[in-house]
């Protein structure tokens, strides 16, 4: 990918530099307004890359390794065994009055009173293992392998290796005993334990887990209307150019852009320019009357995508009036963007505030920035929502997955390194 940046006096000069400079597919990667001195002249400085290759990447199949829990670096357990003589050395007396005298320091354990502990302790250590190897059924001293396992006589969930091993890849306790059971009746079902891969097993039972919708995958008969809500920062206006630029490269369908974001600098702009470049046309709404014209103008329109402003899950005020802009005969499927890189509680936080909402599909953005990916599988398991996008990067239109439920197991399961750029 080439980047260069230009500078200008104003947007539309900048514009003409940069088609002429890097062709009519740049992609305008930021704008924003510079000033020489406190009297000069405002100047655009613009900020544009071009990427020859317009193909989406092929995505490689990722290697299946065996088994094994992820490694956990082990934590050194504290020293044992210590004598009494250095615990009596490491105390801290305790404070004195002045007018105490000191107290005079015990006289050092002997030898023999040292061994005599030590024998103790032997026997009392070896009397409690000979009681829980009594208490323990035979069969559970037995370490199974992780197919068998799966099998319904295993050893209780709380010491289960699947479950272990599914914990390893961010899946919490609650959905990996789910997942162990499910597992159970997958090689239950295929009537032959151990023919497939551990892995593959595990991926089919996450498979049945989820649930997609692949809204974009053929044409629609009538408009659809589509609006991206979420907190700020979880990259909304870049997500809707890429569903644009996706549906416009492969069914050339006649797109309409509508943006209600006023509130956040030059984010009118930045659809601007994605427009300009696309050749859609775009309106700007600030209240809802405005937003039912701006439908109406785009009566024609295969497909209206709707930018909405990030607003934060913790203020009500906010979200109460992003509500007030859809009306439920609006016909406007709401998609929440949430970013799998936030921490699991604050995502469920975020779900329930925005849910004044009808909430049609989950979008997960900057899958790439996250070393696991059981995220999704926890979010998607206590709200039952479907998934309809994947966003792994900034590239417009490249960095945009519509996955089905085999996709994201192979993704939570395997390394997912593949989806990282540069």
């Given at each position: 990918?080439?980047?260069?940046?230009?500078?200008?006096?104003?947007?539309?000069?900048?514009?003409?530099?940069?088609?002429?400079?890097?062709?009519?597919?740049?992609?305008?990667?930021?704008?924003?307004?510079?000033?020489?001195?406190?009297?000069?002249?405002?100047?655009?400085?613009?900020?544009?890359?071009?990427?020859?290759?317009?193909?989406?990447p092929e995505v490689r199949q990722p290697h299946l390794s065996p088994l094994r829990p992820p490694v956990r670096k082990k934590r050194i357990p504290p020293q044992a065994d210590i004598s009494y003589d250095e615990?009596?050395?490491?105390?801290?007396?305790?404070?004195?009055?002045?007018?105490?005298?000191?107290?005079?320091?015990?006289?050092?354990?002997?030898?023999?009173?040292?061994?005599?502990?030590?024998?103790?302790?032997?026997?009392?250590?070896?009397?409690?293992?000979?009681?829980?190897?009594?208490?323990?059924?035979?069969?559970?001293?037995?370490?199974?392998?992780?197919?068998?396992?799966?099998?319904?006589?295993?050893?209780?969930?709380?010491?289960?290796?699947?479950?272990?091993?599914?914990?390893?890849?961010?899946?919490?306790?609650?959905?990996?005993?789910?997942?162990?059971?499910?597992?159970?009746?997958?090689?239950?079902?295929?009537?032959?334990?151990?023919?497939?891969?551990?892995?593959?097993?595990?991926?089919?039972?996450?498979?049945?887990?989820?649930?997609?919708?692949?809204?974009?995958?053929?044409?629609?008969?009538?408009?659809?209307?589509?609006?991206?809500?979420?907190?700020?920062?979880?990259?909304?206006?870049?997500?809707?150019?890429?569903?644009?630029?996706?549906?416009?490269?492969r069914f050339n369908g006649r797109i309409g852009l509508i943006t209600i974001d006023t509130y956040r600098i030059a984010a009118v702009e930045q659809l601007k320019v994605y427009g300009e470049i696309m050749r859609l046309p775009l309106e700007v709404v600030i209240n809802p009357g405005e937003l039912e014209q701006a439908l109406q103008k785009?009566?024609?329109?295969?497909?209206?995508?709707?930018?909405?402003?990030?607003?934060?899950?913790?203020?009500?005020?906010?979200?109460?009036?992003?509500?007030?802009?859809?009306?439920?005969?609006?016909?406007?499927?709401?998609?929440?963007?949430?970013?799998?890189?936030?921490?699991?509680?604050?995502?469920?936080?975020?779900?329930?505030?925005?849910?004044?909402?009808?909430?049609?599909?989950?979008?997960?953005?900057?899958?790439?920035?996250?070393?696991?990916?059981?995220?999704?599988?926890?979010?998607?398991?206590?709200?039952?929502?479907?998934?309809?996008?994947?966003?792994?990067?900034?590239?417009?239109?490249?960095?945009?997955?519509?996955?089905?439920?085999?996709?994201?197991?192979?993704?939570?399961?395997?390394?997912?390194?593949?989806?990282?750029?540069?």
């Open positions: 990918m080439q980047v260069k940046v230009f500078e200008a006096p104003d947007m539309a000069t900048g514009l003409k530099m940069v088609k002429e400079a890097l062709g009519p597919d740049a992609l305008i990667l930021s704008t924003r307004t510079i000033r020489n001195g406190i009297l000069g002249k405002p100047i655009m400085e613009i900020t544009a890359a071009v990427d020859a290759d317009w193909r989406q615990l009596w050395a490491r105390r801290e007396p305790a404070p004195q009055p002045s007018s105490t005298p000191p107290v005079a320091e015990p006289p050092p354990v002997s030898r023999e009173i040292q061994d005599e502990l030590t024998e103790l302790r032997s026997l009392v250590s070896g009397l409690s293992q000979r009681i829980s190897r009594l208490d323990t059924p035979v069969a559970a001293t037995v370490t199974p392998s992780p197919v068998q396992a799966c099998q319904p006589t295993v050893t209780p969930a709380a010491v289960d290796p699947v479950t272990e091993f599914l914990t390893g890849y961010g899946i919490n306790q609650e959905t990996a005993r789910v997942v162990a059971r499910f597992t159970r009746d997958t090689l239950e079902q295929a009537g032959a334990p151990g023919s497939d891969s551990p892995q593959a097993v595990l991926k089919t039972a996450i498979t049945r887990l989820f649930s997609t919708e692949q809204i974009l995958q053929r044409p629609r008969t009538g408009q659809y209307r589509l609006s991206l809500i979420g907190p700020t920062g979880v990259g909304k206006t870049t997500t809707l150019a890429k569903i644009a630029a996706h549906y416009l490269s785009f009566s024609e329109m295969d497909l209206i995508l709707i930018d909405t402003a990030g607003r934060n899950p913790r203020n009500n005020i906010d979200i109460q009036e992003l509500a007030s802009f859809f009306k439920p005969q609006l016909n406007i499927e709401h998609h929440l963007l949430l970013s799998a890189a936030t921490r699991e509680r604050e995502v469920e936080e975020t779900i329930r505030r925005f849910s004044v909402l009808p909430i049609s599909n989950f979008i997960f953005t900057k899958i790439d920035e996250c070393e696991q990916l059981g995220v999704l599988l926890n979010i998607h398991y206590k709200s039952d929502t479907p998934i309809s996008f994947l966003t792994n990067g900034q590239r417009v239109p490249e960095d945009l997955l519509m996955p089905s439920p085999a996709d994201i197991a192979d993704l939570i399961i395997n390394d997912h390194g593949n989806l990282h750029h540069g």
